[in-house]
């Protein structure tokens, strides 16, 4: 069984075509209407921090994608890793058109990989890698970055190296999105509690909070929700699947900040920080945090500009 980059099953419900009976994702938040005004611009450029991308596969436009081999290297590949990247790349960029979301294909993306499989088939990485990987992003001109890799248990604290990271991140205004976790439980990470970041929580398709998922302070007070359940995307070498996990939720988020980003290409990094963090539709609880409504975010933000 695949298990998700936040450490708990991503539960692989098999390798398929989205089934039958399951609302439409997109739909549920407000990101198909957004798509049909943009495929993304390839100015704005997404840095996915993850497992290694199977760039040959047929969904991809290959064009798009570059690998960052600067800084740290890459852990080896491995199958879990391989798989959990590409899936997550396949929301983002698959070609419009495929089974997987492929919310922002016109845009950049960097494939950044930072985690291999542990003796447990896990994927996660130490403060330090990411850490690094996240300084990669930034210097190479991401102005997005989607982090979906667990910490070590070891690194769950944070460290100097991170902080430092996300710190330059926000001051060279690079909007970070990182995934709550999958561990069902009331808390947090170095990651979801840093101040910059915007934390993202899964739904389910009506819309009530998945219950694997993470919450905590800093996820209700600066993040959002994001359909996490039974979403399907592209799988290593040339196939699709289906996965849940909040690692499937957080580029729901990534590819709706491309897009506004894309349509309102003048807006600052702060205004788009808030229109998507005040539009979620429903309440913003202590630990639980409003879903995204990407239609909403671009009225806001598009009235905002001059």
């Not at 798989?83 to 997550?88: D, E």
């Not at 698959?94 to 994927?123: H, N």
């Not at 101040?195 to 998922?213: E, F, K, L, Q, R």
């Not at 289906?242 to 709706?256: D, E, I, M, Q, R």
Request: net charge positive.
């Amino acid at each position: 069984m695949a298990r998700d980059a936040r450490g708990r099953h991503a539960r692989r419900v098999g390798i398929a075509a989205k089934p039958s009976g399951v609302a439409n994702p997109l739909g549920q938040v407000g990101l198909d209407r957004l798509m049909a005004l943009t495929s993304g611009r390839p100015e704005i450029v997404v840095g996915l921090i993850d497992g290694p991308i199977a760039i040959d596969h047929p969904g991809f436009d290959g064009g798009r994608i570059r690998l960052i081999t600067a800084g740290a290297a890459p852990p080896a590949a491995s199958p879990t890793a391989a798989s959990h990247g590409t899936f997550v790349a396949g929301v983002l960029a698959a070609r419009r058109g495929e089974t997987a979301p492929a919310i922002c294909p016109g845009c950049s993306l960097l494939s950044r990989p930072v985690f291999a499989d542990d003796a447990k088939g896990d994927v996660r990485a130490t403060p330090g890698a990411l850490a690094a990987a996240i300084e990669d992003c930034v210097e190479a001109g991401a102005k997005i970055l989607n982090v979906s890799a667990a910490l070590t248990p070891a690194a769950a604290a944070g460290s100097a190296a991170l902080t430092s990271a996300l710190d330059r991140a926000a001051r060279r205004g690079t909007l970070v999105v990182v995934a709550a976790g999958n561990d069902g439980i009331v808390g947090g990470s170095a990651l979801t509690r840093h101040p910059w970041v915007v934390p993202v929580a899964a739904c389910t398709t009506a819309g009530t909070p998945s219950a694997y998922s993470s919450f905590g302070l800093g996820i209700g007070r600066r993040g959002l929700s994001a359909p996490g359940d039974r979403i399907t995307s592209l799988a290593p070498p040339d196939g699709v699947t289906t996965w849940s996990g909040t690692s499937v939720a957080t580029p729901f988020v990534t590819g709706a900040a491309a897009l506004l980003w894309s349509a309102v290409p003048g807006a600052g990094v702060d205004a788009l920080r808030h229109a998507l963090l005040t539009t979620g539709q429903g309440p913003r609880t202590t630990v639980v945090p409003p879903r995204l409504d990407a239609w909403a975010a671009y009225a806001v933000l598009r009235g905002a500009q001059p």
